[in-house]
């Protein structure tokens, strides 16, 4: 998943983790308790997994890891996965993005990861290498003098970081950018750059586009240990791969490497990842004509092959599988060995986007392969193994099978592919959305062909006993969430690149919000007519409605009638709706057209008059007939319906940098206003309060920045609902809350619960005091509740 957007196990408030009134024998703590247990509300994945890492000596250790949302341990006990980088701040928000991890096959209680998620400016901060001697469960950190980009182009390719299993304190780490091979011979707390290692890289997708002009550079290494050599993958065709055998002190280009790998039916490539077969002594290597991991075929010819060196003689071998039920090989991805069957290996097509990706196996080292599916006559699909989706059913993603499109898929973006090296029969990949698996992969070679000719020569399907292949992600959230509204009962998201979700428990995702959004991007109810939902995203294509509404309170969904000179392809924007559900409320993102209203569900629309384009708007939670706007330091304010603004003629508002206000439920005309403010501008952020409508403010003076206001049950003996922010007070960005109507505040969460850039939205829960729901940008839904 490509985002910019900035966007723990516990128990909750109640005895299950539904969302609905606390027990009437609840206690209910004093107002000053800040001692929070954190949970996600369950997703399961949501986002792209590039590297799932076996560790080859300790049995069950396994590692994740994500372009924005951390890394993660798997817990065999559970079958979950466990955060391991929850403790990382807003300040470093970046570490949040994990360009590749090693896991110590001598000492398994060391792990380490490679971070950063931009070599662009949207990360202010360079890289690091962060090293673990228990697993992950707590971390120190090397800083590196150079970005790393963690969710770039290129970040399913390696692994760039790995561990020397002949001498485990020493480690390598392959970088973009030409900043060439780097080593450590401490365990990675120091670092210095090979300065033998001759090439830092050559290759830059589209120089003319800032995310794609990154030289990929050192893309991985890896250790041939009976051989005592230690290979590396450069991002260069004309000279693609290095050896040394002294143990790194010298290097030379291995003969041959340019001609075997550099190009594919005339396509340039580049080696994306490889995987050593120690007791047959061969090398893989899989190509790619791009860095993914998006990608799709070329303009014309194969995208990518396999080939194989044979490590003791030198000998090339093109090993790609000559066969693609839907014409040329895109690109290869993911490619793994089994350690107990020499000989086996598998490797994944890279988007092969109609009808799905294919999963290879050979058994004799590449000469011969089969594949996960194939047609019969015609377009009739036919399967090795069933997709069950029972852990995440969003999975079909509202959709049905469409001949040989599944709606439930093998994935795309494959690019982590991963036997277990002490079980034939455990495989986990990921994908952009979630982690699959099985522990009946050996059932395969039993199965034989899946296609053979009746007597007419015709291709026919071939009886195949199939086994199944389920989610394995529970425990990894990896969504970038943009908004979220608690009605009482039921949860409602807006989260990238999913569309949303209502959750009725927060133990399951479902329904998935039906609309046509390929990012939600904001949500709302009507304060007296809860059942009314409202919310907008992103949509691909010229159709097609950016905003859906509910009146069922998110069972069933209907898109709203586009707007008129509002195309796809993105503006998403912010909705609102009226107190009473009467009205909705439209202000399309990155676009020229004015906000709009709709009195009849989204039918039809009419332009407001008195706001700019791109002006935020926000109902009155108590009288339906006033509404609420801002833009650029201007509050506007409409007291006939939404149908007409003016400006209040407030003064002392920022004039950038807010990304969110809100009107208080229950209390008429109350407003709060959260500024992160603009460091390139120089305006002032903070926290503003209005008690008329929005006429005169008051700015709070604790806050330095704030990102987000909300608002849930009231404290026991107080009047006003409990406020939540994401800010900035002392100079510790957290979140704080306030009991007292804003008097007093107090940070809730902790140094180990930060989740790197977490409450861009907030909301508390108007049933439960004290429960708190956060957005993150990669870590999914967040919630809070109090400590029993």
Not at 432 to 437: D, E, K, P
Request: charged share 20%; with cysteine.
């Amino acid at each position: 998943m490509q985002r910019r957007t900035f966007l723990a196990s516990i128990g909750a408030a109640a005895a299950v983790a539904t969302i609905g009134p606390a027990p009437a024998q609840a206690k209910v703590h004093a107002p000053g308790a800040c001692t929070y247990t954190w949970k996600n509300a369950v997703i399961n994945g949501g986002g792209f997994v590039p590297g799932i890492i076996f560790n080859e000596t300790e049995q069950n250790l396994i590692y994740a890891r994500t372009d924005i949302g951390g890394c993660y341990r798997w817990q065999e006990n559970s079958r979950t996965w466990k955060p391991l980088l929850d403790w990382v701040g807003r300040d470093k928000w970046g570490y949040s993005g994990v360009v590749s991890m090693a896991t110590d096959p001598v000492d398994t209680h060391r792990v380490y990861a490679a971070v950063g998620t931009y070599t662009i400016d949207w990360d202010p901060n360079n890289g690091a290498v962060l090293y673990s001697d228990d697993k992950g469960d707590t971390w120190g950190i090397a800083e590196l003098p150079f970005k790393q980009g963690g969710n770039m182009p290129g970040r399913g390719m390696g692994e760039r970081l790995v561990v020397n299993p002949a001498d485990n304190a020493e480690l390598y780490l392959g970088t973009p950018n030409g900043n060439g091979l780097w080593r450590s011979k401490d365990h990675g707390r120091t670092w210095a750059q090979v300065e033998e290692f001759p090439n830092p890289g050559n290759f830059v997708a589209d120089p003319s586009n800032p995310l794609l002009a990154d030289n990929q550079g050192v893309l991985w290494i890896d250790f041939d240990q009976a051989g005592g050599k230690v290979y590396v993958g450069v991002a260069d065709p004309e000279d693609p791969l290095y050896v040394s055998e002294d143990g790194g002190s010298t290097w030379q280009a291995v003969p041959g490497a340019a001609e075997a790998l550099g190009s594919a039916d005339g396509n340039r490539t580049i080696p994306g990842q490889s995987a050593v077969d120690n007791v047959n002594g061969y090398l893989y290597v899989v190509t790619s004509h791009d860095p993914g991991p998006y990608n799709g075929a070329p303009a014309s010819g194969d995208g990518g092959k396999i080939v194989r060196l044979a490590t003791r003689t030198g000998e090339w071998t093109d090993v790609t599988p000559g066969y693609n039920p839907r014409g040329v090989i895109p690109a290869f991805g993911g490619i793994t060995v089994d350690r107990q069957n020499p000989g086996t290996l598998m490797a994944a097509t890279r988007n092969n986007w109609y009808p799905d990706e294919i999963l290879y196996r050979s058994t004799d080292s590449g000469a011969t392969w089969q594949l996960s599916w194939d047609y019969a006559e015609g377009q009739d699909r036919h399967d090795r193994f069933d997709m069950d989706n029972t852990g995440s059913p969003w999975l079909s993603w509202n959709g049905e099978d469409q001949g040989p499109q599944y709606a439930v898929k093998h994935g795309w973006m494959i690019d982590a592919l991963a036997i277990d090296p002490h079980n034939s029969d455990r495989i986990m990949w990921g994908t952009g959305a979630t982690i699959w698996g099985t522990e009946e992969l050996t059932r395969w070679d039993a199965q034989g062909e899946l296609i053979g000719q009746n007597e007419a020569g015709e291709r026919v399907a071939l009886p195949v006993e199939k086994f199944t292949v389920a989610v394995r992600v529970e425990g990894l959230e990896e969504c970038a969430i943009l908004d979220l509204a608690a009605l009482g009962g039921a949860l409602v998201s807006a989260v990238g690149d999913v569309g949303g979700f209502v959750h009725t428990n927060l133990d399951r995702a479902e329904p998935m919000i039906d609309t046509d959004w390929s990012t939600g991007t904001s949500v709302d109810f009507a304060q007296y007519e809860r059942d009314i939902i409202v919310g907008t995203g992103n949509v691909h294509g010229n159709e097609k409605g950016h905003v859906g509404v509910s009146t069922d309170r998110g069972k069933t969904w209907k898109n709203a009638a586009r707007v008129e000179g509002v195309l796809g392809d993105g503006h998403g924007g912010t909705v609102a709706i009226s107190a009473n559900g009467s009205r909705i409320f439209w202000t399309p993102g990155s676009s020229e057209v004015t906000p709009v209203y709709s009195t009849d569900l989204g039918e039809t629309w009419i332009p407001v008059r008195g706001l700019p384009a791109g002006a935020k708007i926000r109902s009155d939670r108590v009288d339906p007939s006033v509404l609420y706007a801002f833009s650029s330091g201007t509050f506007y304010r409409s007291t006939d319906g939404g149908a007409t603004f003016a400006a209040t003629g407030a003064r002392g508002l920022p004039t950038a940098g807010v990304d969110d206000f809100r009107a208080v439920p229950g209390h008429k005309k109350h407003l709060w206003l959260a500024g992160r403010g603009d460091e390139k501008t120089g305006v002032t952020g903070g926290m503003w309060r209005s008690r008329d409508g929005g006429s005169t403010w008051k700015r709070i003076t604790r806050f330095q920045t704030a990102e987000s206001v909300g608002f849930g049950k009231a404290a026991k003996r107080s009047s006003y609902p409990t406020i939540y922010s994401s800010a900035r007070i002392g100079g510790k960005a957290a979140i704080y809350r306030s009991t007292d109507g804003g008097s007093r505040w107090v940070r809730i969460n902790d140094d180990d619960h930060q989740w790197a850039w977490s409450g861009s939205a907030i909301t508390g829960d108007p049933w439960i005091y004290g429960r708190v729901y956060l957005t993150t940008n990669g870590r999914g839904i967040i919630y809070g509740d109090i400590a029993r």
